[in-house]
Structures are given as C-alpha cells and as structure tokens.
C-alpha cells in the first residue's frame, strides 16, 4: 500500500468548515442534472440560468474578460478550456489551438495568468504528452507562462506525475496537481520533489475505494493539512487549492509563524468565494483563481452544483429570477405588413400546423 495513515498537524484553527453534500447526495444531483430535461434546458438557455456563476463563458474572450477583472484587484488566474476524456486528434489539436491563443493574448496583455490543463484533454496516455499537448508546453515556455497538469481519477495519476517529471525534465514550465486524499501522495511527493516539479495540493474530489483514499472527512483534512504544513516548513513551493476556512487559517497561520510568502500560493475556483478571494488579495496574500471556459461547460457546472446544496438553492434562484422577469412587449406590427400577412396563408399560424 502505498503511503501511510495522515500525520497528526497543529490543531486547525476553530473556523466552522464550509458544508458540503455527502457522497450519495452529490451522485443524486449529478445523476438529476445530467438527465434529459436539464441538459436540454442548459443547452437551449445556456450560460443564462446560474452557470456564469462559476464558468467565465464559452469563449476565450469571455475567460480574458475575467483574468482582466481579477488582475484588476491583483489577483493572477489559470485559464482552462473545459473538456476532459478522449477527443481524437482533431479535438486534441483544437484544444491545443485554443490554449496558444490564449498564450498569445495574455503575453500581449501582460496579464498574470497561465493555464491549467487536464492531460486526457489532448488523449495523453502512459506519461507522454503527445504532440497537441507538447505543443501547448512549448507554447507556454515561449510566452514565459506556466501550466499545471490537473490531476483526474486515481487511474490517471501515475502517467500524469510521469509526465510531469518528464515535461520538468526537459525544461518545459509544468507543475502537477496531488490529491492530499489518495494514500499514495506522500510517495508521490518526494518523487516530484525530487525531480523538481511544482505542487498544487488539493483534499480530492473523486469517487474513490477505501483501499485508494481516506474516505473519512477527518481523515482526508488531517491528510491536507499534515502534507501543506510539512511543505510550507520546508519551504518547498506549493499552490494551496482550498476554499476549507479553516484550512486557510492554518495556511496563514504557518506563513505569519515563519513559512516564506513565496512557499506558497492560494488557489481558488472562480465563483466560489469571491468576497474573501479579494479580502486575501487585498491583505497582499498570494492569490490565482482557476478560470474555466468554452462550450463544453454543463458537466462542470453540474460537478460545482453537486459539491454544496446552497449552490443548487442558487440556481434555484437564477431560474425562479428569470421565469418572473419583465417581457418585452412586441412591436405593433406596420398595417401594410398586417395587410400582406392576412393575404398570405404561410404567414398564418394555423396555416403552418403540423
């Protein structure tokens, strides 16, 4: 097995931790949301009923339109065009398109922002980047940005921490997401210390077996919290992904006791928190947000509604906001129009029944 039980952290701090569904509610409501009715609804109303909440919107401009809005406020960003699975080479080359434009026009603004990536995106298999994705790395190198590699299932992660310490290897600008749940982190850990690659710690969002990941919601924060503090003392640089408050406390707690302000760097979702993404920003802490994008956004937007129930109350909200708003009257109809449509039997309703 790989890994051993999480170590015992300082105490957290006493800050109630943000609710979230339990595992069976969460499969619910993605089971629900994903169904024939919803689905059609987001596709034929689209972004408009709460998913701009937590997606920029479906094209790139939309993504620079919020990196521009949180540079503002001094806040970095990573883009991520939305997308995971196999789409072929002709998607994977789409993808890689999409991300050296992205490269381009942040280089071009200046902006404080970089990507972040899922390696199935570009049909990355057994640690090789392949050509789409390789590309995008090059890409990056050249504009001075930096990628993180998301991690996905448990069965991705040995291919993807492979590729990372490849990609680091030949001196490409990637870093790799760890999931603090799975049992095999720490081992993890030191193979990508090792080899130099930077860490974006997360608690971990997948359904896994117990023989893989703690399952225990102490269990898997006293995993988060041990890795982040061992790290930070160390002073080995880590992006802290979590939105947890006590988590967050801890974290500040660390660097206000000693650990380096350049050790670390927090991380956050767009969307989920913004009032004190901006608090921390504004206490001059490190912040990036992760500023996902592109057509392909209903099935992430499911995964942000099944994580909390509050969020499904919101888009509860949006859709009852927007059943109730005011329409707009239809312009009277010019009376030679009105003329020609009583002539012409197409122009009737009744006419055109099936």
């Given at each position: 097995?790989?890994?051993?039980?999480?170590?015992?952290?300082?105490?957290?701090?006493?800050?109630?931790?943000?609710?979230?569904?339990?595992?069976?509610?969460?499969?619910?409501?993605?089971?629900?949301?994903?169904?024939?009715?919803?689905?059609w609804?987001?596709?034929?109303?689209?972004?408009?009923?709460?998913?701009?909440?937590?997606?920029?919107?479906?094209?790139?401009?939309?993504?620079?339109?919020?990196?521009?809005?949180?540079?503002?406020?001094?806040?970095?960003?990573?883009?991520?065009?939305?997308?995971?699975?196999?789409?072929g080479?002709?998607?994977?080359?789409?993808?890689?398109?999409?991300?050296?434009?992205?490269?381009?026009?942040?280089?071009?603004?200046?902006?404080?922002?970089?990507?972040?990536?899922?390696?199935?995106?570009?049909?990355?298999?057994?640690?090789?980047?392949?050509?789409?994705?390789?590309?995008v790395?090059?890409?990056?190198?050249?504009?001075?940005?930096?990628?993180?590699?998301?991690?996905?299932?448990?069965?991705?992660t040995?291919?993807?921490?492979?590729?990372?310490?490849?990609?680091?290897?030949?001196?490409?600008?990637?870093?790799?997401?760890?999931?603090?749940?799975?049992?095999?982190?720490?081992?993890?850990?030191?193979r990508?210390?090792?080899?130099?690659?930077?860490v974006?710690?997360?608690?971990?969002?997948?359904a896994?077996?117990?023989?893989?990941?703690?399952?225990?919601?102490?269990?898997?924060?006293?995993?988060?919290?041990?890795?982040?503090?061992?790290?930070?003392?160390?002073?080995?640089?880590?992006?802290?992904?979590?939105?947890?408050?006590?988590?967050?406390?801890h974290?500040?707690?660390?660097?206000?006791?000693?650990?380096?302000?350049?050790?670390?760097?927090?991380?956050?979702?767009?969307?989920?928190?913004?009032?004190?993404?901006?608090?921390?920003?504004?206490?001059?802490?490190?912040?990036?947000?992760?500023?996902?994008?592109?057509?392909?956004?209903?099935?992430?937007?499911?995964?942000?509604?099944?994580?909390?129930?509050?969020?499904?109350?919101?888009?509860?909200?949006?859709?009852?906001?927007?059943?109730?708003?005011?329409?707009?009257?239809?312009?009277?109809?010019p009376?030679?129009?009105?003329?020609?449509?009583?002539?012409?039997?197409?122009?009737?309703?009744?006419?055109?029944?099936?």
């Open positions: 097995m790989h890994g051993t039980r999480p170590t015992k952290a300082e105490a957290l701090p006493a800050a109630p931790a943000r609710p979230t569904a339990p595992l069976w509610l969460r499969r619910a409501l993605v089971a629900t949301l994903t169904s024939p009715a919803p689905a609804a987001a596709r034929r109303w689209g972004l408009g009923l709460g998913a701009r909440r937590y997606v920029a919107g479906p094209a790139l401009e939309d993504a620079m339109g919020v990196v521009r809005r949180l540079g503002a406020t001094g806040m970095g960003a990573s883009l991520n065009l939305l997308g995971e699975g196999s789409p080479a002709a998607g994977a080359r789409s993808a890689a398109q999409t991300y050296r434009e992205a490269l381009e026009r942040l280089r071009g603004e200046g902006l404080d922002a970089g990507l972040s990536v899922k390696p199935s995106q570009f049909g990355a298999r057994g640690g090789e980047a392949g050509p789409a994705l390789r590309a790395l090059e890409a990056a190198a050249a504009a001075g940005r930096f990628v993180w590699l998301d991690m996905e299932g448990s069965a991705h040995s291919a993807t921490v492979d590729l990372a310490i490849a990609a680091r290897a030949a001196g490409l600008p990637a870093g790799v997401c760890l999931q603090a749940y799975l049992r095999r982190t720490p081992d993890d850990l030191r990508v210390d090792a080899a130099g690659v930077p974006r710690l997360v608690k971990g969002a997948y896994e077996t117990p023989a893989v990941a703690y399952a225990k919601r102490t269990e898997i924060d006293r995993a988060f919290a041990g890795l982040v503090e061992e790290r930070l003392r160390a002073g080995r640089f880590t992006a802290v992904a979590t939105h947890d408050e006590r988590m967050l406390r974290v500040l707690g660390l660097a206000s006791s000693g650990a380096r302000r350049d050790a670390f760097e927090l991380q956050f979702l767009y969307g989920i928190r913004p009032q004190r993404q901006r608090e921390l920003a504004a206490e001059g802490w490190p912040v990036r947000v992760y500023v996902p994008f592109g057509p392909d956004w209903y099935p992430y937007f499911v995964r942000r509604i099944a994580e909390r129930p509050a969020n499904l109350l919101l888009l509860v909200g949006d859709l009852a906001a927007w059943a109730v708003r005011p329409r707009r009257r239809a312009a009277p109809v009376a030679d129009l009105a003329r020609e449509r009583r002539r012409r039997p197409w122009y009737r309703p009744s006419a055109t029944k099936r």
